[in-house]
């Protein structure tokens, strides 16, 4: 833990430990945060982790390299094809795999539309932290709903796709159904959209609560080896799909989303301007689709050459980094996953002392957790 | 407690009350506001607009102290066992437990890892098993509602009244706090499973002469 002075505050005489989780409603899951609280005020914060700790790194060493990607989407359950996309382009650098071109365009649509429902469970979870306890939920899961019909008509399942394979992709998307997530998007999805920034950065007790709130500056962030969303809300450009592209990022017309404020309300500005610019890319994806195989043949005894392959994608919290390794067998000697959330929570220290104990809850939702990859 | 006392040998007054009762507790349940992993996506999306858990009478309530349904939605690892069970100890009497998804039934995914417990029913008694990886919001709505069926045939006064303890399994391993006088046997007692009424297994090839009726 960073040793922060005991009195931080002015004239505080004795501080009081309070504990936030596991079960809380606000956790996001099963986080548990230690908070010594002069008063209202933090003095000093600790999260405790692990309490979804299911050893999938290790779990992965004892499976083969196609059953991996079930593994794969059970790490952040809110971005899964995130998560199976960065496997497989790790996998198939270190075989040598081809993927087909319409393959890396249909990954990359369902990644954009992942972003967007991984955002509105951001939208749901932020607000009914803050105290919106049901209006701004139930309009998130509209627009979500929409999106996830899409997913079990493409996967066949809502929440767990298992979808992606190494070289390519499970199942392809027929024209009838690319035109209707095109309609959807371009036309509907938009409106819905000015409604929850309406009702979110247009709320005056939302104002209140996150204006001026947890304002940092890009070169903070970046010592403290935050990434994402949360950076960009500071003034930085950094996204990996410009700075390294990968996929189809590098054919597509899109604008990095920043904000130069850096507090609590521009996170929230930065991830409502990511989710229309996910709709905008998804339309171009859809149009620019080309034809062909979706899935190159790779054998089921996979044997990848001795050797270590590390990729870095940008999920919808961050860097999300892999790391593969093999020995030269039909299953992985090394997996690992460099979570975007593990290094934007353990800033938390960093960024709650001195802040009031209701921001706390504020300034958590700014990086949007899922235990499921902190812990893995 | 005239009446309760009574319940051993039940009577108008007792039966009407305890009808009463079930009634009323089959169409409130609250369920625990406690998210564990995946499933929990799928218990929010049953609660948003296009499932509707309110309809049903089932409102998510963020203290245990004010619910009466725990819905177990993920895998419960060793660092997470007590506090589900402290959790579960801290709602009022009386308590149903549903293990949603397959995580919370045997493991699921996970059955082989070093952290995970093989089901929630190694430390809860659980009530109604949802089988899924999530389960579909559907596969939710109908499990609540077989435990409203199960609420509204149980009953909660005298002898019949379900006991509430949880077996401490494995204490040297996973330290169980134990709180009340409903939660644990007494010192030295063995605690035994209790026996569930499974549906009959079907042989596989031998469909044919099952019997039809008991599905």
């Known amino acids: 833990m960073v040793n922060f002075p005991r009195k ?3 004239g505080s005489t004795e501080t009081m430990l309070l504990n936030v989780g596991p079960q809380h409603p606000s956790t996001h899951g099963v986080l548990h945060m230690m908070c010594e609280i002069s008063g209202e005020t933090i003095v000093s914060a600790k999260p405790v982790i692990g309490y979804l700790h299911r050893g999938i790194e290790k779990l992965a060493e004892s499976r083969t390299w196609q059953q991996d990607i079930v593994l794969t989407d059970r790490l952040d359950y809110v971005a899964q094809f995130s998560n199976e996309w960065a496997y497989c382009r790790a996998v198939e650098r270190l075989a040598g795999i081809e993927v087909p071109e319409r393959a890396e365009w249909l990954r990359t649509l369902l990644v954009e539309m992942n972003r967007i429902t991984s955002h509105l469970i951001w939208y749901a979870g932020v607000t009914m932290d803050i105290g919106a306890l049901g209006t701004p939920f139930i309009y998130a899961w509209v627009a979500r709903e929409r999106i996830f019909d899409f997913y079990e008509a493409v996967t066949g399942a809502r929440v767990m796709p298992n979808w992606m394979r190494l070289g390519g992709v499970h199942t392809d998307i027929d024209s009838a159904m690319l035109k209707e997530m095109r309609d959807f998007l371009e036309r509907d999805f938009p409106v819905e959209v000015d409604e929850y920034e309406a009702l979110l950065v247009g709320n005056e007790i939302v104002q209140s609560r996150m204006k001026g709130i947890g304002v940092f500056s890009a070169e903070q962030l970046v010592e403290w080896g935050v990434t994402g969303p949360a950076l960009r809300a500071s003034g930085s450009e950094r996204d990996l799909r410009k700075d390294v592209p990968y996929g189809v990022y590098d054919r597509l017309d899109f604008r990095v989303c920043t904000d130069d404020v850096g507090d609590s309300l521009a996170r929230c500005r930065v991830r409502l301007a990511e989710i229309r610019e996910s709709a905008r890319m998804c339309v171009q994806i859809i149009d620019g689709m080309p034809g062909g195989d979706v899935r190159a043949k790779v054998s089921r005894a996979l044997k990848p050459p001795v050797g270590d392959v590390c990729v870095r994608t940008e999920s919808p919290r961050g860097e999300l980094g892999v790391l593969v390794a093999s020995d030269g067998t039909t299953k992985p000697l090394r997996f690992r996953v460099r979570s975007p959330i593990f290094y934007n929570l353990s800033a938390m220290p960093h960024m709650l002392p001195n802040h009031l104990l209701a921001d706390m809850l504020v300034i958590f939702g700014g990086i949007d957790t899922s235990m499921g990859e902190i812990d893995r | 407690m ?5 319940a051993e040998q039940p009577g108008f007054i007792t039966t009407t009350l305890d009808k009463l009762l079930r009634w009323g507790r089959s169409r409130s349940m609250w369920p625990v506001n406690a998210g564990i992993a995946c499933c929990s996506l799928e218990m ?8 509707d858990f309110d309809r049903f009478g089932i409102m998510f309530r963020s203290s245990p102290r ?35 998804g397959s995580c919370a039934i045997s493991g699921g995914t996970f059955v082989d890892s070093y952290n995970v417990l093989p089901g929630a029913e190694t430390i809860l008694p659980v ?23 199960l609420i509204s045939e149980t009953s909660t006064i005298g002898s019949s009244r379900k006991p509430m303890y949880v077996p401490p399994v494995l204490p040297e391993e996973w330290p169980l706090e134990l709180l ?10 063995v605690w035994v499973q209790p026996e569930r009424d499974s549906p009959p297994v079907t042989p596989l090839g031998d469909a044919e002469s099952a019997p039809e009726d008991e599905l």
């Open chain 1, 8 to 10: 931080g505050v002015e």
């Open chain 2, 2 to 6: 005239g009446v309760v006392d009574d």
């Open chain 2, 44 to 51: 929010m999306t049953t609660g948003a607009a296009r499932y």
């Open chain 2, 66 to 100: 004010q619910a009466d349904v725990m819905i177990v939605p993920g895998p419960i690892t060793k660092k997470m066992a007590p506090i589900v069970q402290r959790v579960y100890n801290q709602m009022a009497e009386p308590r149903w437990v549903i293990a949603m």
């Open chain 2, 127 to 149: 009530d109604i098993y949802i089988p899924g990886c999530p389960p579909r919001p559907e596969a939710l709505l109908y499990g609540c509602l077989q435990l409203k069926k």
């Open chain 2, 180 to 189: 009340g006088e409903y939660d644990a046997l007494e010192a030295g007692a």
